[in-house]
C-alpha cells in the first residue's frame, strides 16, 4: 500500500492527470472551453489543430458541434489512448484523431491548419518557442487561440515554490500583456486576450467535470481505493489553488499569422523598356 501510495508522489502533474484520464485539466474547465468557442470562431471547413489535446474531451465536442476536423497532439502515450477511444464512442472517428507528437517539434508541415487551439500547456513551456512552432504550421491569416493561467499580482517567492511543487517546475503563468508580446516575439499579429476573468472558486467545478466526463469517472472510485496517495495530492492541489486564487487569472490568447505579402509586380515589356532608358538618361545627365 505504502508503495503504491508513493507512486502517486512520485508521478509529475502530467502523469496524474493522464492516469485519471481528466478531460478539463484548464482553468474554467469545460465550461471556459465553451464559453472560448465563439470567441475562436471555428468553420466546418476549417483545419484545427488541438496541441497539448490530453484526453480529447475538447477536440471532440469542437468535432461534433462545429463539424470541423482536428487534430489533438500530446507527449503522454496514455492521454493520446484515452483521446482516441473518446473519439471511437462518441461517433467522432471521421473527424478527429489523435497522435503522439511533442509541441516544440510537431510532425506537421509548414502552413497546413487554420487553427491552433491550446489548453493550458504553454504555461508549463518555453512560450516564445511553442509559439514558433504554431506560427510555422499555421496558414497565413491562420490564428492561435490558447486558453492560459494568467498572473495578476507578484507571485511571492514561497508561493512560487508551493506552485511548482504542485503542478511542475516549469510551471510560469504570465500577466496579460506578457503572454501577447510572447506572441508577438513568435512573429504572431492582432493579438488580444479574449473573455479574461479572476480564478473562481472550483469546488462546483470539479463536480461538473465528473458528472459530465465518462472517460474521468470510468473506474475512478477503484483508482482512488487502491492509491490513497492519489486524494491528498489532488487536495493539496486544489487548496494551493483555492487558498491563492487571488493571484491568478485566466484568458485566451489569441494572436493572427500574418497573410503573404503581395506578389512583386510584373513589369511589361513597355515599361521595362522605358525605365531602363530613363536610367540611362540619369547615367549620362546626373
Ligand atoms: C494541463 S494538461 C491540459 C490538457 C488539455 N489541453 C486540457 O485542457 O484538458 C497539459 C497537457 O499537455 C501535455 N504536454 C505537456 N508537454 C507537452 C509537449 N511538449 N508536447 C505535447 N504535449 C505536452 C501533457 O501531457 C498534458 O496532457
Redesign the pocket.
Known amino acids: 500500500m505504502f508503495a503504491e501510495s508513493k507512486r502517486v508522489e512520485e508521478m509529475n ?2 502523469e496524474l ?2 492516469w485519471l484520464g ?5 482553468p474554467g474547465g469545460f465550461p471556459a472551453t465553451q464559453q472560448n468557442l465563439d470567441a475562436m470562431g471555428v468553420k466546418p471547413e476549417e483545419y484545427v489543430l ?6 480529447g ?2 477536440a471532440c465536442h469542437l468535432a461534433k458541434t462545429r463539424g470541423c476536423k482536428i487534430i489533438g ?4 502515450p496514455q ?1 493520446v489512448e484515452k483521446a482516441c477511444l473518446r473519439a471511437e464512442k462518441e461517433g467522432v472517428s471521421h473527424l478527429v484523431e489523435f497522435r503522439l ?4 517539434n510537431l510532425p506537421f508541415a509548414n502552413n497546413c491548419f487554420d487553427l491552433v487551439i ?4 504553454t504555461v ?2 518555453d512560450k516564445v518557442k511553442v509559439y514558433r512552432e504554431f506560427y510555422r504550421v499555421l496558414k497565413p491569416e491562420g490564428r492561435v487561440a490558447d486558453l492560459e493561467m494568467v498572473l495578476l499580482a507578484e507571485l511571492p517567492a514561497n508561493l512560487r515554490r508551493q506552485m511548482e511543487v504542485c503542478f511542475g517546475s516549469g510551471t510560469n503563468p504570465l500577466p496579460f500583456e506578457e503572454w501577447l508580446n510572447a506572441l508577438t516575439q513568435a512573429g504572431f499579429q492582432d493579438e488580444i486576450i479574449k473573455n479574461p476573468q479572476r480564478m473562481k472558486k472550483n469546488g462546483r467545478l470539479i463536480l461538473n467535470e465528473l458528472k459530465k466526463d465518462w472517460v474521468l469517472v470510468k473506474g475512478l472510485s477503484e483508482k482512488a481505493a487502491s492509491l490513497p496517495g492519489l486524494i491528498i495530492r489532488l487536495q493539496k492541489n486544489a487548496n494551493f489553488m483555492k487558498m491563492n486564487r487571488g493571484y491568478f487569472g485566466f484568458g485566451l490568447v489569441c494572436g493572427r499569422k500574418p497573410p503573404l505579402p503581395p506578389p512583386p509586380k510584373r513589369v511589361g515589356f513597355k515599361s521595362w523598356v522605358l525605365r531602363v532608358l530613363r536610367r540611362k538618361k540619369r547615367r549620362e545627365n546626373p
Open positions: 502533474y502530467f492527470l493522464a481528466i478531460g478539463s485539466s484548464h488541438d496541441a497539448g489535446c490530453g484526453s474531451l475538447t497532439v500530446d507527449i503522454n492521454m507528437a511533442d509541441v516544440y491550446a489548453e493550458s500547456i508549463f513551456l
